[in-house]
Nanobody, 122 residues
């Protein structure tokens, strides 16, 4: 079994910064794509940023130029550096990872973290 544990959320003023971390642990052979999603009250979950195993990145238009996703493959960890935060960035942020758990097969299982609250308010 695999677990994703997020950390780094909290309350920040508009214009401030936060760094989210998500560490994967358990039965892991390889990790393919990793990403961050968010869900605000009354809204659907949306992709914020994603990073491939080769470190190609993809961002939602609303966060381009403000957020940076990165990963440390040795630590099975993905990060989201969030700068110039706005009230509309307020949401629960979830990490996601596509994980191969066994050398016996190549199937990838999609895992989610438990979510971390980010609140941007003065």
């Amino acid at each position: 079994q695999v677990q994703l544990v997020e950390s780094g959320g909290g309350l920040v003023q508009p214009g401030g910064s936060l760094r989210l971390s998500c560490a994967a642990s358990g039965s892991i052979v390889t990790i393919n794509a990793m990403g961050w999603y968010r869900q605000a009250p009354g809204k659907q979950r949306e992709l914020v940023a994603a990073i491939s195993s080769g470190s190609r990145t993809n961002y939602a238009d609303s966060v381009k130029g403000r957020f940076t996703i990165s990963r440390d493959n040795a630590k099975n960890t993905v990060y989201l550096q969030m700068n110039s935060l706005k009230p509309e960035d307020t949401a629960v942020y979830y990490c996601n990872a596509e994980i191969r758990e066994s050398y016996a097969y190549t199937h990838l299982t999609n895992y989610w973290g438990q979510g971390t609250q980010v609140t941007v308010s003065s």
